[in-house]
């Protein structure tokens, strides 16, 4: 059976504040095991993706901005017969933010959102909807924090003007900021829907991104089991098995509140761990019989 690992063409951003090459050590851990492996980039126009009989998107960490080509590929690979990992439908649907909409219509806890659609505008009714001082805006189709604007109502006017700028090129969505975020983010990590470890990260002083290559710190605390149950309850939801996801969200009143359900391209914090590289290669397996 031969697998490629899927990523992108590496851009030294993302990885500052990371020590460990994750995607290199978890392909160097899979061959020891015998696998047939090799790493790819998404958008190489010189694979043969019929070649393998596995692909696994493991990291094209740029397609939020070659949505269209990605999407494209995917729909290629499908036609193809290759088996995808995570799945081709999943990924398309949590291409897009709209889809914490639709975990929120199933009961499960998610920060509140609207959407704003191409065109529109930002209207101070939110913090009134949401009840609170503050706002978070940012892209339905995005990675990493990019072009995501807090607003109060002190600085709306200021905000606004550039939100309307951004509102002209894709939709948005608007939410409450949440006060909890300065605790930090935690991030539940789940191969084949079975849970792995976790981290928490958290921003650094004065921001409120979480992610390594805007200066925030990452630490790795043993987490409530009730946190883990209630993680777990996001997989559960989902119509097909993922080899991989990445719950994030904060913790409101000790309870689990989702903010992402990373089940395209997150870092998974493997961090050369065996114990952690053996439970992603367990789960491999079991998906590929």
Excluded at 8 to 18: I, L, P
Excluded at 28 to 46: A, C, Q, S
Excluded at 124 to 152: D, H, M, W
Excluded at 236 to 254: H, M
Aim: net charge negative.
């Amino acid at each position: 059976m031969k697998i490629t690992i899927t990523g992108y063409k590496k851009e030294e951003r993302f990885s500052q504040g990371v020590t460990n090459d994750e995607d290199t050590e978890l392909i160097n851990f899979l061959i020891n095991k015998g696998l047939d492996v090799v790493p790819t980039i998404w958008n190489d126009p010189n694979v043969v993706w019929s070649s393998y009989d596995v692909v696994v998107i493991k990291s094209p960490w740029d397609y939020h901005n070659h949505l269209k080509e990605f999407l494209n590929w995917l729909n290629n690979l499908k036609k193809s017969g290759v088996r995808v990992l995570n799945p081709v439908e999943i990924i398309q649907w949590n291409s897009d933010k709209h889809y914490l909409k639709d975990v929120a219509e199933k009961g499960l806890p998610v920060i509140p959102a609207e959407y704003l659609e191409k065109g529109s505008v930002l209207e101070r009714l939110f913090f009134n909807y949401f009840n609170t001082e503050k706002l978070v805006v940012k892209p339905c189709i995005s990675a990493g924090a990019q072009n995501t604007i807090t607003v109060s109502k002190d600085n709306f006017e200021e905000r606004s003007a550039e939100i309307e700028t951004l509102l002209k090129e894709q939709d948005y969505m608007v939410q409450p900021f949440v006060e909890e975020i300065k605790n930090g983010e935690w991030s539940f990590l789940f191969f084949n829907g079975k849970y792995s470890h976790c981290s928490l990260k958290t921003p650094k002083q004065g921001d409120f991104r979480v992610q390594h290559y805007h200066g925030g710190s990452i630490s790795y605390p043993v987490p409530d089991p009730l946190h883990i149950e209630q993680a777990g309850l996001y997989l559960k939801s989902l119509p097909q098995a993922t080899l991989y996801a990445r719950v994030d969200g904060v913790l409101i009143n000790n309870s689990f509140h989702l903010m992402e359900l990373e089940l395209i391209e997150p870092y998974l914090f493997l961090n050369g761990d065996s114990g952690l590289l053996e439970n992603y290669y367990q789960a491999l397996i079991a998906l590929t019989k």
